[in-house]
């Protein structure tokens, strides 16, 4: 998955936490919940001469003017050992553009209180921004700028390449939990455009020039890949025909869009040992393929992954920290991409109690996709997953990045308007079908460890082949000649 990808499941972790001190007890969710679900607001949908898409929701009660651009692309059109490339190129369209240099752009979004920010991610470039509704032609000014006419000058290139080759061996330096997942796909997606490290290695990203950013801009970047989002305080009319003449006249991008193969779910055990010498605690990502973003069972899945993992209440928390005191904090993530992501149980623990962990993760893993969930455990997910849903739409950047998101994976506002009914129409055996699904054998696993591989390796040998790396090679994949 993408950095923000891997910051979203640190994110989560985090969450967890907050939510433990706020755990509600199970309870059956309040009669009328579906009947009060979040509804999306109707939207404007306009698509230009070149492909631009364009999504528009005036919102008048706060002066605020939010939007959500996605560009199709992402790391998954970065070329074989150019990985990074579309993160750097991404980072690089707010360091100068038009007729700012980076200094002038950044004061530019300063000086009127806006916020500017790029994510790259495996399958898109995200941009969200947010200024004063007296500042949208600004906005419109900066957005173009980037999107249409990056300076890509030579210095900002090489800063920001060699910070983020810093940021990474910072990461190795420190805590490796940032890093685990870029492992994690790697080696369980390898020759999978699933499998680039989308910020980029320490072995790829000393490679590439301004040359290869320009390249991919022209080939990767345009008006066909471009879905817009903007909710706030505007005249529809006038702000479509705004964009209009601002991103009317972006050309097509000079290759085809990268499209994902599928991602087959992994039979039979592997495991990566990624060695730290000095650790004294190891961290384990275990999982296997799970759905993609369009599943029509992903609110079953949602509620399924709530209780093995979703929050500090959950299974794997309950047994890995609160009863064994084996972790801070155990979880479960499903990724959801065009293609089926990686779902996986994740955790850390001291060296000497690594494979008691992993047993124990093993452990409650089999007997959930045997047993499944009670009621008790049904009503109480369900009242937790009605009750984190509305605070994800409140505000008028949220609501745009869900619009840009659904438009991006074919998706309609019944993803959110009927997310309420079912969530509240879930039932025990539909949920275990999906548990059964989704969730791996105990049999068909990968496993990546960060550890300190001479006293871990017995352990790792116990699930399955074992190949090692060190957490000091360049690449996040291990060489072949590495295996042992």
């Excluded at 009947?35 to 230009?48: D, F, I, N, W």
């Excluded at 939007?67 to 360091?95: C, I, N």
């Excluded at 959110?416 to 879930?426: C, K, L, N, Q, Y």
């Excluded at 039932?427 to 591989?453: H, N, S």
Aim: proline content about 6%; charged content about 25%.
């Amino acid at each position: 998955m993408s950095a923000g990808r891997r910051q979203g499941v640190l994110a989560l972790l985090l969450v967890a936490s907050v939510a433990g001190a706020q755990a509600p007890k199970p309870a059956e969710p309040a009669k009328g919940a579906a009947s009060r679900g979040v509804h999306l607001p109707k939207a404007k949908v306009l698509e230009l001469k070149n492909g631009v898409r364009l999504i528009l929701v005036e919102k008048r009660e706060v002066p605020l003017i939010s939007f959500s651009a996605w560009v199709r692309g992402g790391g998954g059109g970065d070329p074989q050992g150019k990985e990074g490339l579309s993160a750097l190129t991404g980072e690089l369209l707010m360091k100068g553009a038009g007729v700012r240099n980076a200094q002038q752009f950044a004061e530019a979004v300063d000086s009127v209180g806006g916020l500017l920010s790029i994510t790259p991610t495996r399958e898109a470039l995200l941009v969200d921004g947010q200024f004063m509704a007296r500042d949208t032609a600004l906005m419109v000014e900066l957005l173009s700028d980037m999107l249409m006419r990056p300076r890509f000058e030579r210095d900002e290139f090489t800063k920001l390449r060699d910070r983020m080759v810093a940021v990474i061996a910072a990461a190795k330096d420190g805590d490796p939990r940032s890093l685990i997942g870029t492992y994690f796909h790697a080696f369980h997606f390898a020759g999978h455009p699933y499998g680039r490290p989308v910020s980029g290695s320490e072995a790829s990203l000393p490679t590439l020039t301004r040359e290869d950013v320009q390249a991919y801009a022209k080939a990767q970047l345009g008006g066909d890949r471009l879905i817009l989002a903007v909710v706030g305080d505007f005249d529809t009319k006038q702000l479509a025909s705004r964009l209009e003449a601002a991103l009317g006249g972006w050309a097509k991008a000079g290759a085809p869009a990268p499209v994902a193969p599928p991602t087959p779910r992994a039979k039979g055990r592997r495991v990566l040992l990624v060695d730290k010498p000095d650790a004294t605690q190891t961290y384990f990502w275990i999982g296997n393929t799970g759905i993609a973003r369009n599943d029509p069972s992903r609110v079953d899945v949602a509620l399924a992954n709530t209780v093995l993992g979703g929050r500090f209440t959950s299974l794997l928390n309950t047994e890995l920290r609160i009863k064994s005191g084996l972790s801070y904090g155990a979880n479960s993530v499903v990724m959801r991409d065009t293609q089926p992501g990686a779902v996986v149980f994740s955790s850390y623990t001291k060296t000497e109690s690594t494979g008691k962990a992993i047993d124990l993760t093993l452990e409650v893993l089999t007997r959930y996709r045997d047993e499944g969930m009670d009621e008790q455990m049904l009503a109480s997910a369900k009242a937790y997953v009605l009750g984190q849903f509305p605070p994800t739409l409140e505000t008028s950047g949220q609501l745009a990045s869900k619009l840009a998101e659904l438009a991006f994976y074919g998706l309609d506002a019944s993803d959110v308007d009927g997310f309420a009914d079912a969530v509240t129409g879930a039932t025990r055996e539909r949920v275990r079908g999906v548990i059964q699904r989704t969730l791996p054998a105990p049999e068909d696993l990968t496993f990546v460890l960060i550890g300190k591989a001479s006293a871990i390796r017995e352990a790792a040998r116990r699930y399955g082949p074992v190949t090692e790396m060190k957490l000091s090679d360049k690449s996040f994949a291990p060489a072949p000649a590495a295996k042992r």
